[in-house]
């Protein structure tokens, strides 16, 4: 069974891939086997996925520093090799 809904202006949600940063909104959802999957597109390159709950949970946060703190982890072990 397949039941799919539009996202209302108010419920329009960004957010953000956790290693790259890059931007998504999400746009309609999708029930599939009584599992919620989101269209989720990029605000960057237009590209649109098609996720469940979960892997959007896994993939994305909905703060963009994400990917900007990942690169400040790694900058103290390029200091730490000898």
Do not use: C, W
Request: glycine share 6%; proline share 1%; charged share 25%.
């Amino acid at each position: 069974m397949t039941l799919k809904t539009n996202a209302d202006a108010h419920d329009k949600a960004y957010f953000f891939d956790k290693n790259t940063g890059e931007k998504f909104v999400k746009l309609s959802g999708v029930l599939l086997n009584n599992i919620n999957h989101y269209h989720m597109k990029s605000a960057v390159s237009g590209k649109t996925v098609l996720l469940s709950e979960y892997g959007i949970q896994r993939r994305f946060s909905s703060t963009s520093n994400h990917g900007l703190q990942r690169l400040r982890d790694l900058v103290p072990r390029f200091f730490d090799l000898k």
